[in-house]
């Protein structure tokens, strides 16, 4: 692998690159962009810990937001951050960076380098230092200024970036395909079913079932202690909160290394303040955190580790209405205003357990109605019954089935492959897409599937099978997508080889994202 390493310099790894970079500066100089290591104004001194090297929340924010703007340019304005959270950007955007970090030590490792020749000739290719079909000199100097503070560190991260592309592309260099493996995964694409199925909500359910006497309960809590005990322990966001306090603040940034001048501007819209002119519309005037200014400064809820040490010390000083000084951090000087403190609060397993109990119970019962009725439509498709007759579609005008006040109705998959780990409209679902495939058209499945979200009963819809007379047609395409899947594979398994070697800490203060104006 390593000749491969050496060798690969330039060819496509170089337009993956460059199609990376100018994504960044994009994200970087863009409207919604994240203040420089400190989205939202404030963030955690660290993103990770690296066999003893720290990544910073800068790289880390970077890394976030291209991910945040990927997914947007897919999914519309809609894909908002808290959908964002629901589908874990925040973690992927810290393996990615600790895999980065990772995969560089490790080139290093095996004497792998990036001339300087090599650098040079890459930053003059970037389309974004451009003006005019020209390398833009003065340009590149204020952008790489405004996004890494200088130009010395833009190349230390772009030196390492490259370095990450070269050994992630040696890697995957020696990933090979053979004909037959290319005819078995075309024959698995090209065997394909559709399902009619039926979702019998948890939602619902747990909406359905009787609410449980207290007596029921305290015999519950009686009973399951050891299950009570371990619900608790799982879930210490809900019964152990850290102190918070609600705040707003105002930014003054450091421009070009000038920090008398910096100091001499808060502590003018400190007296200003003092004066009693509004927190929010001086933060609006005066303000360079772009993303709160619009709110008024407004950074919601925040907490010790969760922000830098100086700008949370004094946050958790001020009582509700209070104002700090001047308050010094690695993004330029703040003035901070809590609007609300929210006490800490634990709550013990003695206290929590009828309130843990009375859900237990809740949710017994819930999967109980669930196995009921989900066994019994199974037991009526298998008898021949039409899971759309049983539970009408909602567009069909008939009579809708309700589970707790949710609609239960039929739906349909679309057509998908033998190699399909998440089936459209039903997710992942172990042994779900083997069984459609194992049947045929008309025929229910064997048995009821479990999913988070409710069991499934299922007929299948349509069969299709593959036609040999279009292999040749269709194979190299196939073989493209097998070669990139095993390579995603391959690289996936080293990189874990990779972490459980090294020593890897993250920073619990991300783990639900980057600190937002919002507050969340």
Request: glycine share 10%; with cysteine; aromatic share 6%.
């Amino acid at each position: 692998m390593l000749d491969n390493l050496r060798a690969n310099k330039g060819g496509i790894i170089t337009y993956v690159f460059l199609f990376a970079i100018i994504i960044v500066f994009v994200v970087s100089f863009g409207p919604g962009s994240f203040d420089k290591g400190c989205s939202g104004g404030q963030a955690p001194a660290w993103a990770a810990r690296v066999n003893g090297e720290v990544v910073s929340v800068a790289d880390y924010e970077r890394t976030y937001a291209n991910l945040m703007r990927n997914f947007q340019q897919q999914a519309g304005q809609n894909f908002s951050r808290e959908l964002a959270e629901q589908l874990g950007l925040s973690k992927i955007a810290l393996d990615q960076v600790v895999d980065r970090a990772l995969v560089v030590a490790e080139a290093r490792k095996q004497g792998l380098a990036i001339s300087d020749q090599e650098l040079a000739r890459t930053i003059l290719e970037i389309p974004g230092f451009q003006a005019e079909g020209k390398f833009d000199r003065d340009g590149y100097k204020r952008a790489v200024a405004s996004a890494y503070g200088s130009e010395t560190r833009f190349e230390a991260v772009l030196r390492e970036d490259l370095l990450y592309q070269r050994m992630i592309a040696g890697l995957r260099e020696t990933v090979k395909v053979s004909d037959a493996e290319v005819k078995d995964a075309w024959s698995s694409e090209h065997d394909r079913a559709s399902l009619t199925f039926v979702r019998f909500p948890l939602a619902g359910a747990r909406l359905e079932v009787r609410k449980p006497a207290d007596a029921e309960v305290a015999a519950f809590a009686a009973k399951e202690g050891p299950r009570i005990e371990k619900f608790w322990k799982e879930n210490p966001s809900r019964f152990d909160q850290a102190r918070k306090v609600k705040a707003r603040h105002i930014l003054v940034k450091v421009a070009g290394g000038d920090e008398a001048a910096a100091l001499v501007r808060i502590e003018a819209i400190s007296k200003r303040l003092q004066k009693g002119e509004d927190f929010a519309k001086v933060a609006a005037q005066s303000s360079d955190d772009q993303n709160t200014k619009g709110r008024g400064g407004d950074l919601g809820f925040v907490s010790e580790g969760l922000v830098e040490k100086p700008f949370a010390e004094a946050a958790m000083a001020l009582k509700p209405g209070g104002l700090s000084a001047p308050v010094k951090t690695g993004s330029g000087y703040h003035l901070i205003k809590v609007d609300e403190v929210v006490e800490a609060r634990q709550i013990s397993l003695e206290v929590a357990r009828p309130q843990i109990a009375a859900e237990l119970l809740v949710e017994d019962r819930a999967t109980a109605l669930l196995a009921e009725r989900s066994k019994a439509a199974l037991v009526a498709a298998q008898g021949g019954q039409s899971l759309t007759v049983l539970f009408p579609p909602e567009a069909s005008g008939k009579k809708l089935v309700k589970l707790g006040g949710l609609t239960v109705a039929a739906d349909s998959t679309g057509l998908f492959g033998g190699e399909a780990t998440y089936l459209p409209k039903l997710g992942s679902i172990p042994g779900l897409a083997a069984a459609a495939l194992s049947g045929a058209a008309g025929k229910p499945l064997p048995a009821v599937y479990p999913s988070a979200q409710g069991p499934v009963v299922a007929v299948v819809e349509k069969r299709e099978q593959p036609d040999a007379a279009r292999f040749e047609a269709q194979k190299a395409d196939v073989a493209t997508r097998l070669r990139n899947r095993r390579e995603s594979q391959v690289q996936a398994a080293w990189l874990k080889q990779l972490r459980e070697a090294g020593k890897v800490e993250v920073n619990p203060a991300l783990a639900s994202g980057p600190v937002r104006p919002d507050g969340g």
